[in-house]
Protein backbone atom coordinates (compact mmCIF):
# COMPACT_ATOMS: atom_id res chain seq x y z
CA UNK A 1 0.00 0.00 0.00
CA UNK A 2 2.84 2.11 0.87
CA UNK A 3 4.26 1.62 -1.93
CA UNK A 4 1.47 4.27 -3.88
CA UNK A 5 1.08 6.89 -1.70
CA UNK A 6 2.41 10.25 -2.59
CA UNK A 7 4.99 11.20 -0.54
CA UNK A 8 6.30 14.06 1.81
CA UNK A 9 9.96 14.49 1.59
CA UNK A 10 12.08 16.23 4.59
CA UNK A 11 15.77 17.63 4.32
CA UNK A 12 17.44 19.26 7.32
CA UNK A 13 21.19 19.07 8.41
CA UNK A 14 19.86 20.50 11.55
CA UNK A 15 16.31 19.04 12.77
CA UNK A 16 15.96 15.59 13.97
CA UNK A 17 13.96 14.21 11.39
CA UNK A 18 12.07 11.33 13.65
CA UNK A 19 9.98 13.58 15.45
CA UNK A 20 9.06 14.99 12.07
CA UNK A 21 7.94 11.22 10.59
CA UNK A 22 6.33 10.39 13.58
CA UNK A 23 3.67 13.33 13.96
CA UNK A 24 3.30 13.75 9.98
CA UNK A 25 2.60 9.28 10.12
CA UNK A 26 -0.09 10.17 12.44
CA UNK A 27 -1.78 13.08 11.34
CA UNK A 28 -1.65 12.90 7.63
CA UNK A 29 -1.70 9.16 7.15
CA UNK A 30 -2.33 9.25 3.31
CA UNK A 31 0.96 9.95 2.55
CA UNK A 32 4.61 8.34 3.24
CA UNK A 33 7.60 10.12 5.14
CA UNK A 34 10.36 9.59 2.98
CA UNK A 35 14.22 11.70 3.48
CA UNK A 36 14.63 13.43 0.21
CA UNK A 37 18.25 12.64 -0.77
CA UNK A 38 17.10 9.34 -0.57
CA UNK A 39 13.75 8.95 -1.93
CA UNK A 40 13.56 6.34 -4.44
CA UNK A 41 9.90 7.25 -6.32
CA UNK A 42 11.02 10.72 -6.90
CA UNK A 43 7.71 11.28 -9.22
CA UNK A 44 5.74 10.54 -5.94
CA UNK A 45 6.79 13.43 -3.33
CA UNK A 46 4.63 15.98 -3.70
CA UNK A 47 5.42 18.12 -0.82
CA UNK A 48 8.90 19.17 0.43
CA UNK A 49 9.75 20.15 4.14
CA UNK A 50 13.67 21.89 3.80
CA UNK A 51 16.37 23.80 5.56
CA UNK A 52 19.10 24.53 3.38
CA UNK A 53 19.00 21.95 0.85
CA UNK A 54 21.43 21.63 -1.57
CA UNK A 55 21.05 23.38 -4.90
CA UNK A 56 19.31 21.38 -7.51
CA UNK A 57 17.95 18.65 -4.86
CA UNK A 58 14.25 20.72 -4.97
CA UNK A 59 14.10 20.34 -9.09
CA UNK A 60 14.54 16.56 -9.40
CA UNK A 61 10.95 16.44 -8.03
CA UNK A 62 8.53 16.91 -11.09
CA UNK A 63 5.41 16.40 -8.85
CA UNK A 64 5.85 18.65 -6.13
CA UNK A 65 2.96 20.65 -5.14
CA UNK A 66 4.33 23.07 -2.29
CA UNK A 67 7.95 23.42 -0.46
CA UNK A 68 7.70 24.05 2.82
CA UNK A 69 10.66 26.10 4.76
CA UNK A 70 11.32 25.07 8.29
CA UNK A 71 12.39 28.29 9.62
CA UNK A 72 11.11 32.07 9.18
CA UNK A 73 14.10 33.06 6.20
CA UNK A 74 14.08 32.02 2.73
CA UNK A 75 16.59 33.95 0.91
CA UNK A 76 18.87 30.61 1.46
CA UNK A 77 16.32 28.82 -0.68
CA UNK A 78 15.55 31.42 -3.25
CA UNK A 79 19.45 31.55 -3.53
CA UNK A 80 19.05 28.19 -5.53
CA UNK A 81 19.29 28.70 -9.14
CA UNK A 82 17.26 25.75 -9.95
CA UNK A 83 14.30 26.59 -7.38
CA UNK A 84 11.32 24.79 -9.15
CA UNK A 85 8.17 27.16 -9.67
CA UNK A 86 6.05 25.68 -7.02
CA UNK A 87 4.64 27.78 -3.60
CA UNK A 88 6.70 28.39 -0.81
CA UNK A 89 5.39 28.50 2.28
CA UNK A 90 7.59 29.40 5.27
CA UNK A 91 6.82 29.73 9.20
CA UNK A 92 5.45 32.03 10.77
CA UNK A 93 6.46 32.62 14.42
CA UNK A 94 5.68 28.76 15.40
CA UNK A 95 6.99 29.62 18.81
CA UNK A 96 10.33 31.43 17.14
CA UNK A 97 8.67 34.95 18.26
CA UNK A 98 8.80 34.66 21.61
CA UNK A 99 12.43 32.93 21.66
CA UNK A 100 13.67 36.19 19.65
CA UNK A 101 11.77 38.61 22.22
CA UNK A 102 13.54 36.64 25.01
CA UNK A 103 17.12 36.74 23.34
CA UNK A 104 16.83 40.99 22.84
CA UNK A 105 15.12 41.51 26.40
CA UNK A 106 18.42 39.88 27.66
CA UNK A 107 20.52 42.20 25.81
CA UNK A 108 18.49 45.45 26.33
CA UNK A 109 18.62 44.53 29.83
CA UNK A 110 22.39 44.06 29.67
CA UNK A 111 23.00 47.25 27.79
CA UNK A 112 20.58 49.36 29.79
CA UNK A 113 21.32 48.43 33.62
CA UNK A 114 24.95 47.81 32.93
CA UNK A 115 25.74 43.91 33.64
CA UNK A 116 28.54 44.04 31.18
CA UNK A 117 30.57 46.09 33.24
CA UNK A 118 29.28 44.39 36.35
CA UNK A 119 31.11 41.08 34.81
CA UNK A 120 34.50 42.74 34.05
CA UNK A 121 34.09 44.50 37.66
CA UNK A 122 33.73 40.98 39.09
CA UNK A 123 36.52 39.21 37.23
CA UNK A 124 38.72 42.15 38.94
CA UNK A 125 36.67 41.90 42.37
CA UNK A 126 35.95 45.49 42.38
CA UNK A 127 32.87 46.67 44.12
CA UNK A 128 31.47 49.83 41.89
CA UNK A 129 28.10 50.52 41.96
CA UNK A 130 27.27 52.65 38.91
CA UNK A 131 23.74 54.75 40.15
CA UNK A 132 23.17 56.52 37.35
CA UNK A 133 20.84 54.13 35.47
CA UNK A 134 18.72 55.42 32.79
CA UNK A 135 15.01 55.15 33.11
CA UNK A 136 13.88 52.69 31.00
CA UNK A 137 11.35 55.51 29.78
CA UNK A 138 13.92 57.55 27.93
CA UNK A 139 15.42 54.18 26.46
CA UNK A 140 14.13 53.71 23.00
CA UNK A 141 14.05 50.15 21.65
CA UNK A 142 13.82 50.32 17.68
CA UNK A 143 12.83 47.13 15.88
CA UNK A 144 13.60 46.51 12.02
CA UNK A 145 11.19 44.41 10.28
CA UNK A 146 7.84 44.47 11.60
CA UNK A 147 6.17 40.69 10.53
CA UNK A 148 5.23 37.46 12.25
CA UNK A 149 8.20 37.76 14.66
CA UNK A 150 9.12 41.20 14.89
CA UNK A 151 5.61 42.42 15.78
CA UNK A 152 5.77 39.95 18.85
CA UNK A 153 8.90 41.07 19.90
CA UNK A 154 8.61 44.79 19.55
CA UNK A 155 5.08 44.30 21.52
CA UNK A 156 7.11 42.19 24.34
CA UNK A 157 9.54 44.86 24.63
CA UNK A 158 6.91 47.49 25.10
CA UNK A 159 5.18 45.80 28.12
CA UNK A 160 8.65 46.06 29.85
CA UNK A 161 7.66 49.84 29.98
CA UNK A 162 10.52 50.56 26.91
CA UNK A 163 9.28 52.65 24.29
CA UNK A 164 9.48 50.76 21.32
CA UNK A 165 10.11 52.28 17.54
CA UNK A 166 9.32 50.42 14.49
CA UNK A 167 11.30 50.54 10.96
CA UNK A 168 9.74 48.57 8.24
CA UNK A 169 10.19 48.51 4.30
CA UNK A 170 5.85 49.54 3.67
CA UNK A 171 4.06 51.09 6.67
CA UNK A 172 3.14 49.50 9.40
CA UNK A 173 0.83 49.89 12.08
CA UNK A 174 1.03 48.30 15.38
CA UNK A 175 -0.73 49.74 18.88
CA UNK A 176 1.44 51.32 20.98
CA UNK A 177 4.84 51.60 18.18
CA UNK A 178 6.22 54.65 16.72
CA UNK A 179 6.76 53.63 13.05
CA UNK A 180 8.77 54.79 10.77
CA UNK A 181 9.26 53.22 6.88
CA UNK A 182 11.39 53.40 3.80
CA UNK A 183 14.53 55.79 3.35
CA UNK A 184 12.73 58.76 4.91
CA UNK A 185 11.78 57.25 8.25
CA UNK A 186 15.48 55.41 8.66
CA UNK A 187 17.09 58.60 9.45
CA UNK A 188 14.78 59.50 12.50
CA UNK A 189 14.14 56.34 13.87
CA UNK A 190 18.01 55.51 14.12
CA UNK A 191 18.98 59.18 15.77
CA UNK A 192 15.80 58.12 18.54
CA UNK A 193 16.79 54.51 18.96
CA UNK A 194 19.38 53.38 21.89
CA UNK A 195 18.97 49.29 20.64
CA UNK A 196 18.50 48.76 16.92
CA UNK A 197 17.30 45.36 16.60
CA UNK A 198 17.29 43.65 13.07
CA UNK A 199 14.65 41.38 12.18
CA UNK A 200 14.28 42.02 8.79
CA UNK A 201 14.05 39.48 6.16
CA UNK A 202 17.56 39.07 4.08
CA UNK A 203 16.19 40.64 0.32
CA UNK A 204 18.16 42.82 -2.18
CA UNK A 205 17.01 46.14 -0.64
CA UNK A 206 18.12 44.81 3.19
CA UNK A 207 21.18 43.01 2.37
CA UNK A 208 24.39 45.24 3.96
CA UNK A 209 21.88 47.66 5.02
CA UNK A 210 23.55 47.84 8.21
CA UNK A 211 26.75 49.56 6.67
CA UNK A 212 28.95 52.74 7.64
CA UNK A 213 25.96 55.05 6.93
CA UNK A 214 23.67 53.39 8.93
CA UNK A 215 25.85 53.11 11.94
CA UNK A 216 26.89 56.85 11.64
CA UNK A 217 23.27 57.97 11.33
CA UNK A 218 23.37 55.59 15.37
CA UNK A 219 23.68 57.51 18.16
CA UNK A 220 27.55 57.09 20.03
CA UNK A 221 25.64 55.36 22.94
CA UNK A 222 23.69 52.83 21.48
CA UNK A 223 23.61 49.38 20.21
CA UNK A 224 22.97 47.29 17.61
CA UNK A 225 21.42 43.82 17.76
CA UNK A 226 21.51 41.79 14.54
CA UNK A 227 19.66 38.45 14.78
CA UNK A 228 18.57 38.58 11.58
CA UNK A 229 21.02 37.39 8.84
CA UNK A 230 24.80 37.86 8.87
CA UNK A 231 24.57 39.16 5.37
CA UNK A 232 22.56 42.42 6.53
CA UNK A 233 25.88 43.75 8.44
CA UNK A 234 29.12 44.58 7.17
CA UNK A 235 31.33 43.61 9.86
CA UNK A 236 34.26 45.58 8.61
CA UNK A 237 31.71 48.64 8.97
CA UNK A 238 30.95 47.54 12.49
CA UNK A 239 34.04 47.10 13.75
CA UNK A 240 35.64 50.24 12.33
CA UNK A 241 32.50 51.96 14.34
CA UNK A 242 33.12 50.43 17.43
CA UNK A 243 36.88 51.72 17.09
CA UNK A 244 35.49 55.33 16.77
CA UNK A 245 33.12 54.76 18.94
CA UNK A 246 30.73 55.58 16.72
CA UNK A 247 27.92 53.29 18.55
CA UNK A 248 28.79 51.37 22.06
CA UNK A 249 28.29 47.76 21.08
CA UNK A 250 26.56 45.17 19.61
CA UNK A 251 24.87 41.39 20.21
CA UNK A 252 24.93 39.56 17.46
CA UNK A 253 23.73 36.12 16.48
CA UNK A 254 24.48 36.12 12.82
CA UNK A 255 27.36 36.43 10.52
CA UNK A 256 28.58 36.69 6.96
CA UNK A 257 30.51 33.42 7.75
CA UNK A 258 28.68 30.87 9.92
CA UNK A 259 30.51 28.92 11.68
CA UNK A 260 32.39 32.39 12.45
CA UNK A 261 36.05 32.00 11.71
CA UNK A 262 38.12 31.95 14.70
CA UNK A 263 40.23 34.85 13.33
CA UNK A 264 37.54 37.27 12.89
CA UNK A 265 37.67 39.88 15.14
CA UNK A 266 34.37 40.16 16.38
CA UNK A 267 35.08 37.10 18.87
CA UNK A 268 37.10 38.80 20.91
CA UNK A 269 35.85 42.52 20.72
CA UNK A 270 35.30 43.61 23.97
CA UNK A 271 31.52 45.57 23.15
CA UNK A 272 30.44 42.65 21.17
CA UNK A 273 28.74 39.35 22.55
CA UNK A 274 28.96 36.27 20.04
CA UNK A 275 26.04 33.90 20.14
CA UNK A 276 26.30 30.85 17.13
CA UNK A 277 23.04 31.45 15.55
CA UNK A 278 20.71 30.34 18.21
CA UNK A 279 18.50 33.39 19.02
CA UNK A 280 15.52 31.04 18.15
CA UNK A 281 15.41 27.28 17.18
CA UNK A 282 12.52 26.30 15.33
CA UNK A 283 9.63 24.37 17.82
CA UNK A 284 9.22 21.16 15.87
CA UNK A 285 5.70 20.56 17.26
CA UNK A 286 4.80 24.81 16.31
CA UNK A 287 6.52 24.07 13.33
CA UNK A 288 4.30 20.78 12.74
CA UNK A 289 0.91 22.03 13.85
CA UNK A 290 1.63 25.14 10.75
CA UNK A 291 2.83 22.64 8.31
CA UNK A 292 0.13 20.07 8.63
CA UNK A 293 -2.47 22.33 8.66
CA UNK A 294 -1.10 24.26 5.54
CA UNK A 295 -1.19 20.66 3.56
CA UNK A 296 -4.59 19.50 4.94
CA UNK A 297 -5.89 23.14 3.19
CA UNK A 298 -4.25 22.43 0.32
CA UNK A 299 -5.37 19.04 -0.49
CA UNK A 300 -9.22 20.68 0.14
CA UNK A 301 -8.27 23.13 -2.43
CA UNK A 302 -7.23 26.42 -0.30
CA UNK A 303 -3.52 27.76 -0.65
CA UNK A 304 -1.83 28.72 2.53
CA UNK A 305 -0.04 32.17 2.50
CA UNK A 306 2.89 32.28 0.33
CA UNK A 307 6.05 33.49 -0.17
CA UNK A 308 6.36 36.46 -2.89
CA UNK A 309 9.81 34.87 -4.12
CA UNK A 310 10.10 38.90 -5.77
CA UNK A 311 9.70 40.58 -2.24
CA UNK A 312 11.99 37.78 -0.81
CA UNK A 313 9.26 36.67 2.12
C1 LIG B 1 16.47 30.88 11.09
O1 LIG B 1 17.48 31.50 10.91
C2 LIG B 1 15.22 31.07 10.39
O2 LIG B 1 15.18 31.75 9.36
O3 LIG B 1 14.21 30.53 10.86
Known amino acids: MSDTLPVIGFYSPSEDQTVYKTRLERD ?17 VEYALVWSPPNGLLQTFENLKAIFVLGAGVDALLRDPDLPEVPIVRLEDAGMAQQMAHYVIYGILRFQRRFGIYENL ?8 ILDIEPVEQFSVGVMGLGAIGSVVAEQVSRLGFPVLGWSTSPKEIDGILSFCGDDGLESFLAKARVVINLLPLTQTTEQLIDKDFLSRMSMDSFLINIGRGRHLKEEDLLEALKKKAIAGAMLDVFEREPL ?5 LWNHPNVIVTPHVAAITPPEGAL ?17 LVDRKKGY
Open 28 to 44: LPGFQFELLEHATKKER
Open 261 to 265: PRENQ
Open 289 to 305: DQIIGNIQLIEAGGLPS
Open 122 to 129: QASKHWEP
